[in-house]
T-cell receptor, first 113, second 113 residues
Framework: GDSVTQMEGPVTLSEEAFLTINCTYTATGYPSLFWYVQYPGEGLQLLLKATKADDKGSNKGFEATYRKETTSFHLEKGSVQVSDSAVYFCALRGTNTGNQFYFGTGTSLTVIP | NAGVTQTPKFQVLKTGQSMTLQCAQDMNHEYMSWYRQDPGMGLRLIHYSVGAGITDQGEVPNGYNVSRSTTEDFPLRLLSAAPSQTSVYFC????????????FGPGTRLTVL
C-alpha cells in the first residue's frame, strides 16, 4: 500500500544552518505530496505541497521538489531560524486509495540561537 | 471562521469507560477525518466521512465509532476505552476528497488508565 518514510530525528541545528529532512514515498498512481508542520501544542498546518512530478513546492523559505525517479520529496531550507523549531511531517494523498492521506513519522527540529 | 474545533483538549479515562470526542468545522467542508498520533508512528487514519450521512473506515478503526448527521459535526466515540487508545487525536477537514488542503484541529490528548 501507499506509505511515506522520513528521516528519523530529532534534528538540532544552529540558527542560520542549512536544513534537509529526507522523505521518500511508495505509491501507485500519481500521488500529491506534502510537508506539514506542527508547532508545540497545536495541530498540523500545511507548509507546502506539490501535485506532479518535477513540481517544486515552496513557502516561508522552505522548498521541496517532487522527484518521481527517486520517489522523494526532501524538505530544505537555506537558513533556519529559532522560530522554525517544530515537528515536520511528510505526507502523500493517494489517488488509488480513496484519496486518503498517509503521513510519515515526523521529524522534530530544534534550532538553537 | 473558527476553522476546526475539538473538545475536550485533555481527557483521562479508566479502562472500559466510554466517551465522545467532539469535532466541528465552520468551513462547509464535505470531507472530515479522524487521526490518531502516536510516538514514532506519525498520524494514522481512524475513520473518515465524505459528506453528511456517509462514513467509512480508515487504517485503525477498531474500538471507535463515528457518525455524520450534519456537515459541521463529526464526533468520534470510544465504546470501551483501552490503554492502547492512549494517544493524541486530531480531527481534520477539507473541501472535498480530491482537494489537497486539509485543515487540522488543535487535538485532544487522551489518557486511558
Amino acid at each position: 500500500g501507499d506509505s511515506v518514510t522520513q528521516m528519523e530525528g530529532p534534528v538540532t541545528l544552529s540558527e542560520e544552518a542549512f536544513l534537509t529532512i529526507n522523505c521518500t514515498y511508495t505509491a501507485t498512481g500519481y500521488p500529491s505530496l506534502f510537508w506539514y508542520v506542527q508547532y508545540p501544542g497545536e495541530g498540523l498546518q500545511l507548509l507546502l505541497k506539490a501535485t506532479k512530478a518535477d513540481d517544486k513546492g515552496s513557502n516561508k523559505g522552505f522548498e521541496a521538489t517532487y522527484r518521481k525517479e527517486t520517489t522523494s520529496f526532501h524538505l530544505e531550507k537555506g537558513s533556519v531560524q529559532v522560530s522554525d523549531s517544530a515537528v515536520y511531517f511528510c505526507a502523500l494523498r493517494g489517488t488509488n486509495t480513496g484519496n486518503q492521506f498517509y503521513f510519515g513519522t515526523g521529524t522534530s527540529l530544534t534550532v538553537i540561537p | 471562521n473558527a476553522g476546526v474545533t475539538q473538545t475536550p483538549k485533555f481527557q483521562v479515562l479508566k479502562t472500559g469507560q466510554s466517551m465522545t470526542l467532539q469535532c466541528a468545522q465552520d468551513m462547509n467542508h464535505e470531507y472530515m477525518s479522524w487521526y490518531r498520533q502516536d510516538p514514532g508512528m506519525g498520524l494514522r487514519l481512524i475513520h473518515y466521512s465524505v459528506g453528511a450521512g456517509i462514513t467509512d473506515q480508515g487504517e485503525v478503526p477498531n474500538g471507535y465509532n463515528v457518525s455524520r448527521s450534519t456537515t459541521e459535526d463529526f464526533p468520534l466515540r470510544l465504546l470501551s476505552a483501552a490503554p492502547s487508545q492512549t494517544s493524541v487525536y486530531f480531527c481534520a477537514s477539507r473541501q472535498g476528497a480530491k482537494i489537497d488542503t486539509q485543515y487540522f484541529g488543535p487535538g485532544t490528548r487522551l489518557t486511558v488508565l
